[in-house]
């Protein structure tokens, strides 16, 4: 069986992988951590080492590279960042470029290059990016600063600041740049490289332009014995921004700046100064020219701004990269001639400046003329209309669009998906009104001191724009799967070449657009706090995840679909009934089976028969496996009890294998469906009328009826059953061709829902759609799980409890079966756990179709398990524990497993208990300081939900930092509780 493997917060292997490859250092660190935030896989080569990563050595989800060689091994890259030295190296250019082409051509990935405004090497980036077949975009920035960025220009000159030194910048106090806080930054990067419509495109990251004169203030008000010097003579610097395509950036400067402050007095940074002067007894840095020869140490990197572009942020020359990929690793830039222009404006501004002191340095006068008292009122009234009315504008047409956008969500859940679609066309209407309205009227806002409100609300609407738009692409997507669905109903004819493409188109820019949302969502927070709607915030934390997670998942089958749906060839699939009231190890008791055709994607038969009318024919003697044959008492094996291996794949081939032998029909795969998901069906239609039994069929009665009906004749031959389940099947059938699109959505919801809590198993010859289906855990398969790890810290636990009603009646319609699991971490790393099992019979009497519980009960546990005790109640006094008889105990290997089975009886009205001692093969490792210890609890087809505690007790000492789902923690031990009507991973993080 194919192995599954987990990344340690996720069940789901197509989450994307990333690749970042830095020549520049530190701002990487803050990318790191937003794409981990997204749910990526992260592999880092780069001028960082392994040590600024610390942090994450316990997880599986960040990998490492040590040198470029290793990224020929990496087996999938959905996305690629690039962040190229800033200096010119042209000799290599066309060795780098093929490297970066073969990287996008191996895995069709994304390509996102990244440098500042200062990189010499733009031009041939803009040559690379118009002439590569790669998904390529360049992204172009100011001048970093804030947490992990402890160098550069900005890094240094706040650096100094906290020393309380006079820094001396030998710029005119007028030239302007363009700041940019580094965690904004990796969140645009992010944003770019997710959006589907940034291909061949350049970008600057435009922030709010600010002077030096301006910074300094801003530096004042947080430093305040730090202050900045300049020199006034000098030309004003220009920036050439290329041939970009300008994108706003908001931020709180002066809040980024504090975070900046905060993080480096938090981290110790040890500050070199490069050079020294003594200014009124205190001493004066200057930020030295690029040709100055010493070397840089990586605290030092500093600069000297009056050299413009030629002078760049020098690289670490205390350390020796181990990259050599695009634009090289050595030579030097040419020197350019300062630009001998001024800007007009900054001009302007200078002038109101000088104004703006001479204004200062005159005194007050005690008294103001009439008219200008008068033109103050004026101005304040327009002043106040023109500041509430943006406001109020955009806040009425943020808060109708949010309306929309819930009616949208309120459309979804009750299927109708042309309201929801209209409501997303409205929503995306006023939310753009409020973003233009913000956009324009910002600016002024700021200057009044309510810029970090304004971005908020800006990021707010920008949040449900991105979820809007996902949403109005999966509504695209979903109505397009629904005609085809109905025509595949119908047996109508579908442009499937065409529409399957325009599904995939939709899902994967509906998941871009959420993977936004959700990046965006934790800065959130404080928003949704001061309006009061923490549960909203944590219902969305909860909700865009799985959503991603249903989005991803949908892709995966669109990508198979025309494998399964017989496009290119007839298919013809073995539909077993399973009446999981007499559970077996795959679901049920197989009463009926039908063969489904399937061509051109459309359904061309569908006919139900008795399993009993096929047995009937094989000829010769099959004989059964040993313990069937004990428990069931059966001497040859049928189609029947095919279903005997609790891994579904064996079980669906061995049923494929009788079906040739009995009836010679071969087929494509099998799929097996419980009474539950006929449940599911009537609760959709309320209720089906059978005519020619002359009843009604609802989810409530399904059950009785289908009994009722099928025990009348249970013998070889009989036709009772296949008449029941044919006539419902086809009244079911017929009630969805004729169902609207409302009821279609409903159906399709059913069926997916049914399929996540193994009520339906899928099993396909083709290997491709398998292996999609078992990604999906839509294949019933004994999963192996098997986390990734670098370190060893991640430890993996298992459970899977299987049972086989071998009582011959259907008495699990009246079982009711709680679960109890404990583990304990020893203090040596030695794991002991104990499972619990309460079963209640709730059966009135003896009689059909309830009466004795009589289970075969197996235990999968990792391979090497022992135990260590068996016990369970005594029938006559429930208080009394009594150890378990040897033997109706049985233990086997098997699927990579431990298993351990027995036989359990529960009479009548009686409760029964077993309790099964253990010990792992394997000890946890407590070298390193986190343990990631998780419990994969795998369900079973057919069973119905039970309530599961789990309870791990852990060595003192030991401090729980993150648990999923969440726990109750008490004194050294956590208690979760959850429904076990799906599988249940639990990661429970421990530091010590």
Known sequence: MPEDTFSIQADFDTFPSSLIIDEVGELSTVLVDGLLSQGCFVNYLGRESKDSFFYLKEKNNFCFLNSPEETISLKKINYLFYFPKEIEEPESEEKNIEFLNALCGKHNCKLLIACTYLN?????????????????????????????????????????????????????????????????????????????????????????????????????????????TF??????????????????????????????????????????????????????????????????????KIIDTNKGEEDKRKEQTGKESKLDFLFGSKGSVTKESDSKKEDKSQESEQSQRGKQ????????????????????????????????????????????????????????????????????????????????????????????????????????????ENLNDSANNLLQAGARATALSKNFINAESSRWEEELPEIKKNLIYAYDRASLSQSSLERLEKVFVLF??????????????????????????????????????????????????????????????????????????????DVYQADGQLKGHVEPPELLKKHLGEANWYLRDSNWDPDYPVSARRAQWFLDKEMQVSTDGAIAINIETARALLSVFGEVYLPHYDEKVNKENVFEKAEYYSELGTFPGSTQKKDFLGSLSRELLEKIKKSNQKELVNIVGALLRSAEEKEILFYFNNAKVQQAILNLNWGGEIRHFNPKSNTGTVFSDYLYINEANVGINKANFFVKRDIDHSIKIKENGKVEEKLTLTYENTSP??????????????????????????????????????????????????????????????????????????????????????????VLSQKQSGAYPSVYSLEVTYPSGFVPVRVIPSAVVGEDKLIISDKLNKDLIFQIDLVH
């Open 120 to 228: 010499p090497n733009k031009e041939r980036i803009f040559t690379f990016l118009k002439e590569t077949k790669a998904n390529a975009r360049l992204v172009i920035f100011g001048d970093t600063f804030g947490p992990r960025v402890k160098s550069g220009f900005l890094g240094n000159l706040i650096s100094l600041g906290l020393q309380e030194k006079n820094i001396h910048i030998p710029e005119n106090p007028l030239t302007k740049f363009f700041p940019i806080s580094s965690d904004i930054l990796s969140g645009w990067l992010i944003r770019l490289i997710f959006s589907t419509d940034t291909k061949a495109k350049a970008f600057f990251l435009r922030t709010e332009p600010i002077n030096f004169y301006e910074f300094n203030e801003k530096i004042a008000k947080i430093l305040p014995k730090a202050n900045l």
């Open 845 to 934: 009497s003896d009689n059909w179709p309830g009466g004795r519980y009589k289970t075969y009960l197996r235990i999968f546990l990792p391979q090497g398990t022992v135990l260590t005790s068996v016990l369970n109640t005594d029938p006559q006094n429930p208080n009394l524990w009594l150890p378990f008889d040897n033997s109706l105990k049985d233990e086997a290997m098997g699927s990579g497993k431990s298993i351990f089975g027995f036989i359990v009886e529960v009479p009548i009205k009686t409760t029964r208990k077993i309790e099964i001692k253990y010990e792992l093969p394997e000890s946890v490792d407590f070298s390193n300081k986190l343990i990631s210890y998780l």
């Open 532 to 609: 009061k709607k923490e549960s909203l915030f944590q219902d969305l934390k909860i909700f865009i995840p799985r959503y991603r997670e249903l989005l991803l998942k949908s892709q995966s089958l669109v990508a198979v679909a025309p494998e399964m749906l017989g496009i290119s060839e007839r298919k013809n699939y073995l539909i077993l009934f399973q009446n999981n009231m007499e559970l077996r190890p795959t679901g049920g008791f197989i009463g009926s089976y039908a063969i489904l055709g399937i061509e051109n994607g459309k359904l061309v038969n569908f006919e139900v028969f």
């Open 357 to 464: 002191k001479e204004n200062t340095s005159k005194p007050k006068k005690n008294s103001l003329p009439k008219k200008l008292i008068a033109g103050i009122i004026v101005y304040l009234f327009l002043f106040l209309f023109f500041f509430c009315g943006p406001l109020f504008f955009a806040g009425a047409t943020g808060f109708v669009g949010i309306r929309y956008l819930q009616k949208t969500k309120e459309g979804i859940t009750n299927g109708d998906l042309s309201s929801s679609y209209q409501a997303t066309k409205s929503a995306e209407k006023y939310l753009s009104l409020s973003t233009k309205t913000l956009s324009l009227t910002g600016p002024f806002y700021a200057l009044i001191g309510l810029g970090k409100q304004i971005q908020y609300a800006a990021d707010l609407i920008e949040f449900a």
């Open 231 to 300: 020199e006034e003579d000098k030309d004003i610097f220009q920036i050439d921004l290329g041939k970009t395509e300008a994108v706003k950036v908001e931020q709180d400067l002066e809040e980024k700046i504090e975070e900046a402050v905060q993080w480096l007095k938090r981290n110790q940074i040890s500050f070199v100064n490069e050079s020294l002067e003594t200014k009124e007894k205190a001493e004066e840095i200057s930020f030295l020219d690029s040709s100055n020869k010493g070397p840089e140490t990586p605290t030092e």
